[in-house]
């Protein structure tokens, strides 16, 4: 499948929260922990068996050793090989870093809830069906770990028997998948589709939907030459993905095809970034509005805000000063008119704090607050940026839109000051047209329009500049 395809529906479905993952072992290779067949080679070793000739059937290697020698070192295996220390990777972080509330995964290790807590989210972490039936205060994510978790080895997904105990013994996990692949957008990462559970549930709800499934979509390395020792290795291993690329469309599942699996890094990350720029911050404080009229800088506030609700983009706000009343007032009013109820789709309102308390001290709960705002979007809009001095009641720059500005920029989002309206933005467009390769490479072809931002006081053409602006850096 084309990538700028798959990148535009499933960020579309992260927006519309209906984005989910499925987490595989090779996700959590890259951290250091083994996959199915090295973690069942010493179980091989013991049958005198040799793991690579019954790659096929890992299953029965499993069930093997437990009909001789039970289940005592399978569980010490689980334990040994998935209760260590592992550095979560790049793909857990910046997955966790999504907001994305629908985990599923195979694996026993604790990767995915490790890189969920770090990020300042709390996870609802499913391992057996009893825990379905509770719901964990405040969560931000739910983990269903469908085949078990490394803290209880004795009762993990991992021999014969207990794959074909599995409707009877984890018959809701089954059902809450189930409804999961109807509901939701599903991305399959570090996934082989050897499980015979999820094939089964694949094949229900295949059979419950058929041609009305929504889509799904996987990573798979494509085949290359180098990875096999002959040319008739590899043209076989290239036969049979595109047996297996046809077999899971079946199911509504899509393949991104990946040469290496370094590149799925750089999918996500467009992914994360894709998203971001759907998320516009705007900074500004005002007790004066000129050059502009009052009445006509509360304008160009409330109808700038309209317009990015309109073409679907969230906006997030620090309700500044002079500025934060107008920009909830233009996304409120697109809602009104077109019957949107859920604010938090469209606009998210983070006003500051007046008065410190406990031991933190105002301009600490400032910084917080500012960097906790800022990190949740893509895009940085400026306006004006005055405030009155206390001592002698003069009109001063807001340093407040300066540092904005600066946690913005750390972060990488995309800045766009409107340069027309005065004060700190003035200096903030200034140093980005002075110095515009800095802060926007291989894009020089904006600079006009970045130039109009800081002359211009009609508030059509400035509206039109910045959506334009923002569609052509890919924030729509």
Known sequence: MDVRTFLREYTKAIKNDTAAVFAGAGLS?????????????????DLRLDVHKEEHDLIGIAQYHYNEHQRGKINELIIDEFGRRASITENHKILARLPIKTYWTTNYDNLIETAITEEGKIPDVKTECANLALTKKDRDVVVYKMHGDVNQPQNAVIIRDDYEKYDNTHNLFTTALQGDLVSKTFLFIGFSFSDPNLNYILSRVRNGLEDNQRPHYCFMK???RDDYENDEDYAYAKI????????????????IFVNTYEEITQVLYQIELMYRKTCVFISGSAVKYDPFLENI????????????????????????LGV???????ALEYMHENSINRIDSRIVMR?????ASGSKTLPELWEYHRNIMISEAGVAIFVFGNKQNKEDGAVIN???VSKEFEIAKS???????IGSTGYKTNELWQLIVDDFDRYYPNESHLKPQFELLGTSTDIDEIIGIVMKIISEIGGS
Do not use: M
Not at 32 to 40: Q, R
Not at 297 to 312: F, G, I, T
Not at 324 to 330: H, L, P, S
């Open 411 to 417: 972060k990488g989002l995309k800045l766009i000051p």
């Open 240 to 255: 049979k993905q595109e047996y297996q690329i046809r077999d899971l469309k079946r199911f509504s599942i899509n393949t």
């Open 222 to 224: 494509r085949a290359t």
């Open 29 to 45: 290779c890259s951290a250091g922990f083994v996959d199915w067949k090295e973690l069942l080679c010493e179980l091989a070793g």
């Open 398 to 400: 807001a340093d407040g």
């Open 297 to 320: 800088a509360q304008e160009l506030l409330h109808r700038l805000s309209y317009e990015l609700v309109k073409n679907d983009y969230k906006i997030i706000t620090g309700f500044g």
């Open 351 to 355: 006003p500051f704090p007046q008065k």
């Open 324 to 330: 934060g009343t107008y920009v909830i007032n233009g």
